[in-house]
Antibody
Framework: EVQLVESGGGLVQPGGSLRLSCAASGFSISSYWIHWIRQVPGKGLVWVSRSKSDGIETAYADSVKGRFTISRDNAKNTVYLQMNSLRAEDTAVYYC???????????WGQGTLVTVSS | QSVLTQPPSVSAAAGQKVTISCSGSRSNIRKNYVSWYHQLPGTAPKLLIYQNDKRPSGIPDRFSGSKSGTSATLGITGLQIGDEADYYCGTWDDSLNAWVFGGGTKLTVL
């Protein structure tokens, strides 16, 4: 069974850091792009970042560029999102989702809540 | 302000048909495939349509997608109460080098 499980969310002060993890099972992430997408409760979906299957090619939304870093460990079948210099506006539920050959986001994790507040 | 424009809400009676529009530009919808997702409160989004008009296995043929130029449309026939959800369109934007979503459309089944 294909599963994506996010972890690492929590409460952090402005300017702080968090590292989110997205652990995959039932498939190998080495064949998939993996994306991070966030959603403020009650609001719409906002794309954050993506990592190509080989882990070399990445992309980021302008709002997080220079602060967030996506990485992956294909051996552990896990993708990470290192979030630095966090701001209140980064508060959201963060989902990871997989993507393959224009079959985007067929599986999503359950999400992990990140709250940036003093 | 989302890069892709969707109506905030649509409504229709049970059993009827509804369409949800998604308007973009040359750098996103015109150039790339569009996908659609629906999301029930408190749950992760679910893929409904990919590559403009294809349905994943398990998605009933009541759901359909189309694309023309810089716009895409999701159609739902035979509306059911269980279809009440938020619906999002999405695609890659070549100019932004980013995935973009519509702002979402809340479907109410009367």
């Amino acid at each position: 069974e294909v599963q994506l499980v996010e972890s690492g969310g929590g409460l952090v002060q402005p300017g702080g850091s968090l590292r989110l993890s997205c652990a995959a099972s039932g498939f190998s992430i080495s064949s998939y792009w993996i994306h991070w997408i966030r959603q403020v409760p009650g609001k719409g979906l906002v794309w954050v970042s993506r990592s190509k299957s080989d882990g070399i090619e990445t992309a980021y939304a302008d709002s997080v560029k220079g602060r967030f870093t996506i990485s992956r460990d294909n051996a552990k079948n896990t993708v990470y999102l290192q979030m630095n210099s966090l701001r209140a506006e980064d508060t959201a539920v963060y989902y990871c989702a997989r993507d393959h050959d224009w079959y985007p986001f067929d599986y999503w994790g359950q999400g992990t809540l990140v709250t940036v507040s003093s | 302000q989302s890069v892709l424009t969707q109506p905030p809400s649509v409504s229709a009676a049970a059993g009827q048909k509804v369409t949800i529009s998604c308007s973009g530009s040359r750098s996103n919808i015109r150039k790339n495939y569009v996908s659609w997702y629906h999301q029930l409160p408190g749950t992760a989004p679910k893929l409904l349509i990919y590559q403009n008009d294809k349905r994943p296995s398990g998605i009933p043929d009541r759901f359909s997608g189309s694309k023309s130029g810089t716009s895409a449309t999701l159609g739902i026939t035979g509306l059911q109460i269980g279809d009440e959800a938020d619906y999002y369109c999405g695609t890659w934007d070549d100019s932004l080098n980013a995935w973009v979503f519509g702002g979402g459309t809340k479907l109410t089944v009367l």
